[in-house]
């Protein structure tokens, strides 16, 4: 079973979709620590309930991404943690712990990267009108969005979407991709593609 950290900074419904999960035994992992830039973020609300242990943190309080990163990686070495799995964490990861975590670190994004990377790609997707976007899961490096791609599943846009029932549509499949591709990732033992 591997012992994972989840990294989020909002209401955490991807944490959720992997706590689920965990407890229906479709993923063999245990979420030993979330990690959170907001202080009072809905997903530590979830942990808690889940008897998570949390760290949050506040990102200005500290000198440098380098500081506030050695302190993460400080409880992800007490917790002996095997894998970083950003679910909607809005920081870039920093030479501290991708160093420390390369291969072992994957991210969930909503659109077939490399189109719509950053912020708001649910919304870019809809406004640039295409006819499909949909979900990526990778490997994290230094760049925003920019890993080597593990899976994607596509996700049609149709004629008379509304941004919201778009948004639903992407949400539904990252849910259930998210759990699906990690049970595959540490089963296989992946570090890159
Ligand atoms: C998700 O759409 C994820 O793909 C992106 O941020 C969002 C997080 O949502 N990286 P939630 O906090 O898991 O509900």
Do not use: W
Request: some cysteine.
């Amino acid at each position: 079973m591997k012992k994972i950290a989840v990294f989020a900074s909002g209401v955490g419904t991807n944490l959720q979709a992997i706590i689920d999960a965990i407890e229906s035994g479709d993923l063999d992992a245990k979420i030993e620590l979330l990690v959170c830039d907001q202080e009072g973020a809905f997903c530590i609300k979830r942990a808690l309930k889940a008897n998570i242990p949390t760290f949050v943190f506040t990102a200005k309080h500290y000198e440098s991404k380098a500081a506030y990163e050695q302190d993460i990686l400080q409880q992800l070495q007490e917790f002996n943690i095997e894998y970083i799995v950003l679910a909607g964490y809005m920081r870039l990861i920093g030479h501290t712990l991708l160093h420390a975590y390369q291969g072992k670190m994957v991210n969930i994004h909503p659109s077939l990267l490399p189109a719509f990377p950053g912020k708001d790609a649910i919304g870019q997707a809809f406004t640039a009108r295409v006819k499909r976007s949909g979900v990526t899961i990778h490997f994290v490096d230094e760049g925003m969005d920019t890993g080597p791609i593990i899976a994607q599943q596509e996700v049609d846009l149709d004629d008379n979407e509304t941004l919201e029932s778009f948004e639903e549509k992407i949400h539904a499949v990252e849910h259930k991709l998210y759990p699906a591709v990690l049970q595959r990732l540490f089963s296989e033992g992946k570090t890159s593609v």
